[in-house]
């Protein structure tokens, strides 16, 4: 493995890291009194005004050219990205177990991000991705099969619409080359919010300040760890591995959630949980790992 494919799991890592935070948070922010397309549009409003502090402060210019040059691949990429994303991803963590949400948000993202570019690079599934997407999908229902049972209809369809949004997300992104740079970030970020404020306008909920100074915390933090530090770490990544990668580490997060319940809320990891992050992994080694190698052994074992 190279050193660049390192530095992008890295970043990939941390995305899954800091993503395996958005449930417990968002559910607390609920039972404060916030809806869910509250939650959604203050947690990028608040983490819009940390960006623009910085970035005015020093890269102005930068922004200004980045959204000049390129701002119709960067408002696609925060329509899918963020607004698709956000809104229905806070919404089924509404209606259905937070693990729940995660799988079936990481489950339909993998099969969209593999679907999608090979139909943009106008090629078939290869055998190997297709064991990763088997694999994948069958260790994280190990991971939550306790919970397949609990979620209504409504919360399933909102969590499998953010797995789309978040698969073509990743796939563009690479594509369009929009980059990895906190003006990058930022100007997601803005059409982004934007797009969550129009949608709040048509389906307005009350905000009271009551609420709001109530969550400061989640709200703060939802802001700095997910919004800020995820997206940045996962378009960082993806401008130095494959976006069938990320999507594949990023898998991972379901494990970090289990182990943060475990730390936050004294919830013990099943068996089944256990096997089905072995699987994950395993299915990710697949997926990267150069067989080249073993195949020069072999011909010089033959030869």
């Given at each position: 493995m190279?050193r660049t494919?390192i530095?992008g799991?890295?970043?990939a890592t941390?995305a899954?890291?800091f993503?395996?935070?958005?449930?417990?948070?968002?559910?607390?922010l609920f039972n404060?009194?916030?809806?869910?397309?509250?939650?959604?549009f203050?947690?990028?409003?608040?983490?819009?005004v940390m960006?623009?502090?910085?970035?005015i402060s020093?890269?102005?210019?930068?922004?200004?050219?980045k959204?000049?040059?390129k701002?119709k691949?960067?408002?696609?990429?925060?329509?899918?990205?963020?607004?698709?994303?956000?809104?229905?991803?806070?919404?089924?963590?509404?209606?259905?177990?937070?693990?729940v949400?995660?799988f079936?948000?990481f489950g339909?993202?993998m099969?969209?991000?593999?679907?999608?570019?090979?139909l943009?690079d106008?090629r078939?599934?290869k055998?190997?991705?297709?064991?990763?997407?088997?694999l994948?999908i069958t260790?994280?229902?190990l991971?939550?099969?306790?919970?397949?049972?609990?979620?209504?209809?409504?919360?399933l369809?909102n969590?499998?619409?953010?797995g789309?949004?978040?698969?073509?997300?990743l796939?563009?992104?690479?594509?369009y080359?929009?980059?990895?740079?906190?003006?990058?970030?930022?100007?997601?970020?803005m059409?982004?919010t934007f797009?969550?404020?129009?949608?709040?306008?048509?389906f307005p909920s009350?905000?009271?300040?009551?609420?709001?100074?109530?969550?400061?915390f989640?709200?703060?933090a939802?802001?700095i760890l997910?919004?800020i530090?995820?997206?940045?770490?996962?378009i960082k990544?993806?401008?130095l591995?494959?976006?069938e990668s990320?999507?594949?580490?990023?898998?991972s997060e379901p494990v970090?959630?289990i182990?943060?319940?475990?730390?936050?809320?004294s919830?013990i990891m099943?068996?089944n949980?256990?096997?089905?992050?072995?699987?994950i992994?395993?299915s990710?080694?697949?997926?990267e790992?150069?067989f080249?190698i073993f195949k020069?052994?072999?011909?010089?074992?033959l030869g």
């Amino acid at each position: 493995m190279s050193r660049t494919w390192i530095v992008g799991a890295f970043f990939a890592t941390l995305a899954a890291i800091f993503n395996a935070t958005v449930g417990v948070m968002s559910v607390s922010l609920f039972n404060n009194g916030l809806a869910p397309q509250s939650v959604a549009f203050l947690k990028c409003i608040i983490a819009l005004v940390m960006l623009l502090l910085y970035v005015i402060s020093f890269k102005r210019k930068e922004l200004k050219n980045k959204i000049l040059t390129k701002w119709k691949p960067i408002s696609i990429c925060a329509f899918f990205g963020f607004f698709i994303l956000y809104t229905f991803e806070t919404k089924a963590y509404d209606t259905l177990n937070v693990a729940v949400v995660v799988f079936i948000l990481f489950g339909s993202s993998m099969i969209t991000t593999f679907i999608l570019s090979c139909l943009l690079d106008r090629r078939m599934i290869k055998f190997r991705e297709l064991v990763s997407i088997v694999l994948s999908i069958t260790g994280l229902s190990l991971i939550f099969s306790y919970d397949l049972g609990d979620e209504s209809f409504n919360g399933l369809v909102n969590a499998t619409f953010s797995g789309f949004g978040y698969g073509v997300f990743l796939v563009l992104s690479k594509r369009y080359q929009i980059g990895s740079s906190i003006t990058t970030l930022t100007s997601l970020m803005m059409f982004g919010t934007f797009y969550l404020f129009i949608y709040w306008l048509i389906f307005p909920s009350e905000i009271s300040l009551g609420s709001i100074a109530e969550s400061s915390f989640y709200l703060l933090a939802l802001a700095i760890l997910p919004t800020i530090g995820g997206f940045y770490c996962t378009i960082k990544s993806l401008s130095l591995i494959k976006s069938e990668s990320v999507q594949l580490i990023e898998l991972s997060e379901p494990v970090f959630a289990i182990a943060f319940s475990f730390l936050f809320l004294s919830q013990i990891m099943t068996f089944n949980q256990a096997v089905g992050g072995v699987v994950i992994v395993i299915s990710i080694l697949i997926h990267e790992m150069e067989f080249g190698i073993f195949k020069r052994k072999i011909y010089k074992a033959l030869g």
